[in-house]
């Protein structure tokens, strides 16, 4: 029981600090960076933007629900299947725009500092307008399927999923999408950015374009450390779930979830701090 109390505590406080920190770091990139119009018109800080908006929206619906739930057992679904759906889509697309949206400011550091004038005309904030609107058209398009594949489950009286399919496509979504090719992304084109960067003095030379970046290549360590570790662990009890586990074993596992799923919150949290630091 020791460990459950602890999870309890750790998700209540370490939630409390997360969600202010959220507010906090979020909330002041989106005022400051709308306001001046130096940044407005940067498509990088604009996807940056979009990202913190995202970001904020994901932990202020998402944890607070979780903390309920943990901390004090209480079920603001109540057995209705159409708020199971709903909490479900929005775990879900938020967390895909939000790792979308720190890919495409890494690639468009890879165009404006890129040699080539054609390139360098593809980062226009006119651009960076239509592709967001795509981008969160398509992943709310493709989050579609969350609404038929999740129910209050009639065993359980909790929301989940019996469809099999989703077993197979979890790790999928969990390790690839969500975690392996934007890593993949965001890896190859900081190289990139950063090539292009060392074959020109006037770049290195900028200090504007060096902050960008290396709020960039933080991103990426951020996606790593607390996306990565959460995809691991729901493929391991996806893996095992049809494995007979002793008492001991199950709140132990339960433990390390707490703090896998609470790291998973540092990713949409620390990347707006980081954002906020060099300008603010």
């Not at 990139?29 to 498509?43: A, D, E, G, Q, W």
């Not at 307008?129 to 009286?157: A, D």
């Not at 496509?169 to 890896?187: D, E, F, K, N, W």
């Amino acid at each position: 029981m020791t460990l459950l109390y602890d999870a309890q505590l750790l998700t209540l406080y370490v939630g409390i600090c997360l969600f202010i920190a959220c507010v906090i770091g979020n909330g002041i990139n989106i005022l400051v960076f709308s306001k001046l119009h130096m940044y407005r018109t940067n498509p990088c800080i604009f996807y940056f933007i979009m990202g913190s908006i995202d970001n904020m929206f994901y932990v202020c619906f998402n944890l607070p629900i979780r903390v309920l739930s943990d901390c004090y057992r209480t079920d603001i679904f109540r057995g209705s299947d159409v708020w199971c759906k709903i909490r479900q889509f929005f775990l879900f697309v938020p967390a895909l725009i939000s790792v979308t949206f720190s890919c495409l400011a890494i690639i468009d550091q890879f165009l404006v500092t890129s040699k080539s004038a054609y390139l360098r005309s593809r980062s226009r904030i006119e651009w960076a307008h239509r592709i967001s609107l795509v981008v969160i058209v398509f992943w709310c398009l493709y989050g579609v399927h969350v609404f038929f594949l999740y129910r209050i489950l009639p065993t359980t009286k909790t929301c989940g999923s019996d469809n099999p399919a989703l077993a197979i496509y979890s790790p999928i979504y969990l390790l690839g999408i969500i975690c392996g090719i934007p890593v993949g992304i965001m890896t190859l084109f900081g190289l990139l950015t950063y090539r292009n960067i060392q074959r020109t003095v006037r770049l290195a030379e900028l200090r504007f374009d060096r902050q960008l970046i290396r709020m960039t290549s933080i991103h990426v360590v951020l996606v790593t450390v607390s996306l990565i570790p959460y995809g691991i662990n729901r493929a391991y009890t996806l893996i095992t779930a049809g494995v007979v586990k002793d008492s001991d074993r199950l709140m132990k596992e339960s433990f390390a979830t707490t703090m896998v799923t609470l790291g998973t919150y540092l990713y949409y949290v620390v990347s707006g701090l980081v954002l906020l630091s060099p300008y603010v």
